[in-house]
């Protein structure tokens, strides 16, 4: 076989090129009960994928080609038949020849679907899951654009998963009372922007819990702008 039959490419399963890693890659995925996900992708030239890293396990097989995975610094040269996992958290980028084929399965969610037709598309059914949170905005600090606006919450964003407008997933950090740098903790809540692109996730630390009321008084100075829905 030189290619993955049509039934595997359905538009509907497409990965947004925006959520690729990898310029020229064409993907398609799946996505299980439990949120976990299949994908299998072609590279269609020569090209690098990107820094990323995942808060989930993932496994990878090369079907056809050659895929260089690089995991925190190490090279792995795959070819035809070769597999290996990616422990999660794991620096990972790599280097792909045109027309290999890969098959990954990944322990949480990789893409995020814009055709769910849920309000929050395909991203609620991640609460209760851990992610590690890098805090570029730390509780007392000034937004960077509106310097009136005081963080009185950590906030940052999630490394490698991507959100729908392009960028790293953003995250609220409640349940902290002092500046971090980084933080792991669960996620308790989603924040949809109706009037915007963008999604919020509100992580907390295990066991800690907030009403809607309390997370909204917590996000207000950002989130008074936008007509937002919390979903717990």
């Known amino acids: 076989m030189q290619d993955f039959p049509s039934f595997m490419k359905r538009a509907g399963n497409k990965v947004p090129q925006e959520q690729q890693n990898t310029p020229d890659i064409q993907g398609y995925y799946y996505t299980a009960a439990d949120g976990s996900q299949m994908a299998i992708w072609t590279c269609l030239a020569d090209r690098v994928s990107r820094e990323h890293r995942h808060e989930y396990d993932e496994y990878m097989l090369c079907v056809e080609g050659e895929y260089v995975v690089i995991i925190d610094g190490v090279e792995t040269t795959l070819h035809a038949g070769e597999e290996l996992v990616i422990p999660q958290g794991s620096l990972q980028s790599g280097r792909c020849k045109a027309g290999t084929r890969t098959v990954h399965a990944f322990g949480g969610p990789r893409v995020k679907s814009a055709s769910d037709g849920t309000p929050f598309q ?41 959100a729908l407008d392009g960028e790293e997933q953003d995250a609220y ?60």
Request: aromatic share 10%.
């Open 122 to 162: 395909k991203t609620c059914h991640m609460i209760g899951m851990t992610f590690k949170v890098t805090i570029d905005r730390p509780l007392g600090s000034r937004h960077p654009n509106h310097p009136d606006i005081l963080y009185p919450v950590n906030y940052g964003y999630v490394e490698g998963v991507m």
């Open 173 to 232: 950090v409640l349940g902290v009372g002092h500046p971090v740098r980084t933080f792991t903790g669960q996620i308790i809540a989603v924040i949809r922007r109706h009037d915007d692109v963008e999604e919020k996730w509100v992580v907390a630390p295990p066991g800690q819990h907030f009403t809607r009321e309390e997370i909204m008084e917590q996000v207000r100075f950002q989130e008074q702008f936008f007509d937002t829905e919390i979903r717990m």
